[in-house]
């Protein structure tokens, strides 16, 4: 049983930064641990993944450049360091993971992914 808890949204001002942590609970790991973001009336997108063992990352084309996703395998903590954040950037965020036995693909599906934290909000106002 694998569990994620996500820490560290708020409310900032455009132009600010923030880090989101993921601590991954339980005796194992994933393959890959990505963010998704939701805002009010729209689907859960994908932000951001990282593979676990060599730590291969991807990026959506709306935050390359502003945020940095890394993984420290020994604490099992995936970090979101968000920068330059926009008003855009408001919604809740979520830490996802997938199970090894489906492999080492950062998807950019919220089906690709088999554990998910219970979200941190994070607002930027203008």
């Known amino acids: 049983q694998v569990q994620l808890v996500e820490s560290g949204g708020g409310l900032v001002q455009a132009g600010a930064s923030l880090r989101l942590s993921c601590a991954t609970l339980?005796?194992?790991?994933?393959?890959?641990m990505a963010w998704f973001r939701q805002a009010p009336g729209k689907e859960r997108e994908f932000v951001s993944g990282?593979?676990?063992?060599?730590?291969?990352?991807a990026y959506s084309d709306s935050v390359k450049g502003r945020f940095t996703i890394s993984r420290d395998t020994a604490r099992k903590m995936t970090t979101l360091q968000l920068t330059s954040l926009k008003p855009d950037d408001t919604a809740v965020y979520y830490c996802?993971?997938?199970?090894?036995?489906?492999?080492?693909?950062?998807?950019?599906?919220?089906?690709?992914?088999?554990?998910w934290g219970q979200g941190t909000q994070v607002t930027v106002s203008s």
């Open positions: 339980g005796r194992t790991t994933q393959s890959v």
């Open positions: 990282i593979t676990w063992g060599n730590g291969t990352t």
């Open positions: 996802a993971g997938r199970n090894w036995a489906r492999g080492i693909v950062i998807s950019r599906l919220v089906s690709g992914y088999d554990n």
